[in-house]
């Protein structure tokens, strides 16, 4: 008798507009019936292989490196190939992110050989992964998004050009006005006139960052001088912008190389030294 291993599973819905669900899932002899879905299934596997029947056709994935995006509306099915079961990560993205009329390629072609869409899909999967990441989830997702066009409607992107320094500024300045509140890409791209990807190289060809790092900056830095003022890290963290305190010490501690608590108390300087003041910018 086969032993039955129940499946390991975690599944979410991010605060992403976009993205219906995030599910991730190790299993070792489950088997899909046929079924569809209302959102396009987009697939990476982290180990073992799958097989699956999409319409009228069976496919095999094995390969690491690959993508599967299986389309709305469509008949699959999929099921274990080995013992050891395989580990995948799904995102189920809803027909605002890629339209229906991409379907029948899709149907052609479900299986994806691109190591770049497969990198930035896993560096979505971390994004959304972490609380309070929303504007580079968002950001990353719209890159996923130009990456799948090309796949299936040979999309070709737009290089920045004479305006990438307008857009980048006029970007810039709708972030410093929301650091505490922050800006989703679908909002400054309505007020900007221009597509969120071609936003995010604008910028960071301008600036040599993306939208998203140079918030998390922002941020950052209004949080060095609250807590210079005497302002706990607990309350410092929401009030600007950051999801909690756990949110803040990871940025924190990654730009300032020692946590927001220690900052505070003056773990900035060294040993002997006077206590950190609550007005750095007097000249001293």
Known sequence: MIAHHPPTISAWRPPVRGIAEVFHAHFTDHAYPAHTHDTWDLMILDDGAVDFGLDRRRHAAADLSAVLLLPPGVRHDGRTVTAAGFRKRVLYLDTTVLPERL???????????????????????????????????????????????????????????????????????????????????????????????????????????????????????????????????????????????????RHFTRHVGITPARYATGGAYPPGAPAASANPGNGH
């Open 103 to 249: 379907i029948g390629k899709a149907v052609d072609a479900p299986i994806l050989a691109d190591p770049l869409l497969r990198h930035r899909i896993h560096r979505l999967h971390t994004a959304v992964g972490r609380p309070g990441e929303v504007l580079e989830a968002e950001s990353r997702l719209f890159f996923v998004a130009e990456r799948l066009r090309f796949h299936l409607e040979a999309f070709r992107r737009r290089a920045p050009g004479r305006e990438a320094h307008r857009l980048a500024v006029e970007l810039r300045e709708l972030l410093d006005s929301r650091v505490r509140a922050g800006l989703t890409l679908r909002e400054a791209a309505a007020v900007l006139h221009a597509h969120p990807t071609h936003l995010i190289r604008c910028f960071t060809q301008t600036y040599g960052l993306p939208p998203h790092t140079y918030l998390t900056g922002k941020r950052v830095e209004l949080a060095r001088r609250l807590l210079l003022s005497g302002r706990r890290p607990a309350d410092v963290a929401t009030s600007v912008g950051f999801h909690d305190q756990a949110h803040l010490n």
